[in-house]
């Protein structure tokens, strides 16, 4: 990774005594993901591992409880930090990506949004495509994209903008078989590098194999 910012490590993403709750759905978690974990959360569908992940990005409040990163709490009884200033790194299950931008400036967006000048998060953001053997379509619009292409673009703006912890729900799950060993290999490197809290929601056991430092399983 090219460093044009600082390292954004804030410490270890926990919850306590939390409650996330969709519809008449419930689960209730204690979790602590010290930085440079992947902690990879497994289990039946349904199980809410998804409703999890967005209790931790912050779409999804938590019904009690708290969470916290580095002892700042981001969610609880007296505090709520929206999604966008939590520092998280996400990759979705659908990639959404602003279609009517290039992967590159897509890549760039969130360096920008930490005050990255444009030049800079432009390089970086050319670096990180080049390493997710996209360099070839970084000018393209992401509409224009295949499925799986998309979802390395999402990989790279997740990853390329110093995020403080990261979230990945089923990153590979869309890449064609020939890239998915490349691509869960890089992005082991690059939660390596970045040793920061990771949750990683998969059902695949290469993933856990590859990525994860520790699991749970829900359900
Ligand atoms: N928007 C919603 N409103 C109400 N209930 C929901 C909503 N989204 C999900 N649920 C329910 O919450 C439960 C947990 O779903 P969630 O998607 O978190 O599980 P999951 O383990 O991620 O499943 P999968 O592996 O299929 O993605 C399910 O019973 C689901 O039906």
């Known amino acids: 990774m090219t460093g044009a910012t600082a390292p954004a490590g804030r410490g270890a993403l926990e919850l306590r005594d939390a409650v996330v709750r969709r519809g008449d759905f419930e689960v209730r978690l204690d979790l602590r993901v010290d930085p440079g974990e992947v902690l990879a959360l497994t289990g039946p569908n349904g199980t809410g591992k998804s409703s999890l992940l967005a209790a931790?990005?912050?779409?999804?409040?938590?019904?009690?409880?708290?969470?916290?990163?580095?002892?700042?709490?981001?969610?609880?009884?007296?505090?709520?930090?929206?999604?966008?200033?939590?520092?998280?790194?996400?990759?979705?299950?659908?990639?959404?990506?602003?279609?009517?931008?290039?992967?590159?400036?897509?890549?760039?967006?969130?360096?920008?949004?930490?005050?990255?000048?444009?030049?800079?998060?432009?390089?970086?953001?050319?670096?990180?495509?080049?390493?997710?053997?996209?360099?070839?379509?970084?000018?393209?619009?992401?509409?224009?994209?295949?499925?799986?292409?998309?979802?390395?673009?999402?990989?790279?703006?997740?990853?390329?903008?110093?995020?403080?912890?990261?979230?990945?729900?089923?990153?590979?799950?869309?890449?064609?078989?020939?890239?998915?060993a490349d691509v869960r290999a890089l992005v082991a490197d690059a939660l390596r590098e970045l040793a920061v809290p990771a949750v990683l929601v998969t059902h695949d056991e290469a993933d856990v194999d590859a990525l994860a430092t520790r699991a749970v399983a829900l359900g």
């Open 56 to 180: 931790l990005a912050g779409t999804l409040p938590l019904a009690s409880g708290s969470l916290s990163l580095g002892g700042e709490v981001l969610d609880g009884v007296a505090a709520w930090v929206p999604p966008e200033r939590r520092g998280v790194g996400l990759v979705p299950q659908q990639h959404l990506l602003f279609g009517h931008l290039s992967a590159v400036e897509n890549v760039a967006y969130g360096l920008r949004a930490r005050g990255v000048r444009r030049r800079v998060a432009r390089a970086e953001a050319a670096g990180w495509l080049d390493r997710l053997g996209l360099s070839d379509r970084a000018h393209l619009r992401a509409d224009a994209l295949s499925g799986g292409q998309s979802q390395r673009v999402a990989i790279a703006r997740a990853l390329a903008a110093h995020p403080a912890y990261v979230l990945l729900d089923e990153p590979f799950a869309a890449l064609d078989v020939g890239v998915r």
